[in-house]
Nanobody
Framework: QVQLVESGGGLVQAGDSLRISCAAS????????MGWFRQAPGKEREFVAT???????YYADSVKGRFTISRDNAKNTVYLQMNSLKPEDTAVYYC????????????????????WGQGTQVTVSS
């Protein structure tokens, strides 16, 4: 049984930082791309960041320069470090895993991911 569990969300002030985590269990994803998505009320879920099995990263323009995705394969965990948070970053953040090993393209489409966590709420007050 594969599970992705996000944690670390909460209420922060604008300009603050927060790191959220996604711990995977049931299988190892060291060779798979991982991603973060987010969804605000009334809005579509949007891509945030992705990291390949080789450690290359890609970010949405809205978070580039502020967010950093990383992974710890020994812990089967992916992280999203969020700095300079803005109220518009308020959303439920979801982590996801691709099932294709050593895929050499950035995975930014939702339908390319097959494993999803239940999300963690990040609220940024002004």
């Amino acid at each position: 049984q594969v599970q992705l569990v996000e944690s670390g969300g909460g209420l922060v002030q604008a300009g603050d930082s927060l790191r959220i985590s996604c711990a995977a269990s049931g299988r190892t994803f060291s060779s798979n791309a991982m991603g973060w998505f987010r969804q605000a009320p009334g809005k579509e879920r949007e891509f945030v960041a992705t990291i390949s099995s080789g450690g290359t990263t890609y970010y949405a323009d809205s978070v580039k320069g502020r967010f950093t995705i990383s992974r710890d394969n020994a812990k089967n965990t992916v992280y999203l470090q969020m700095n300079s948070l803005k109220p518009e970053d308020t959303a439920v953040y979801y982590c996801a895993a691709d099932r294709r090993p050593n895929y050499h393209y950035f995975v930014i489409r939702e339908d390319e991911y097959v494993y999803w966590g239940q999300g963690t709420q990040v609220t940024v007050s002004s």
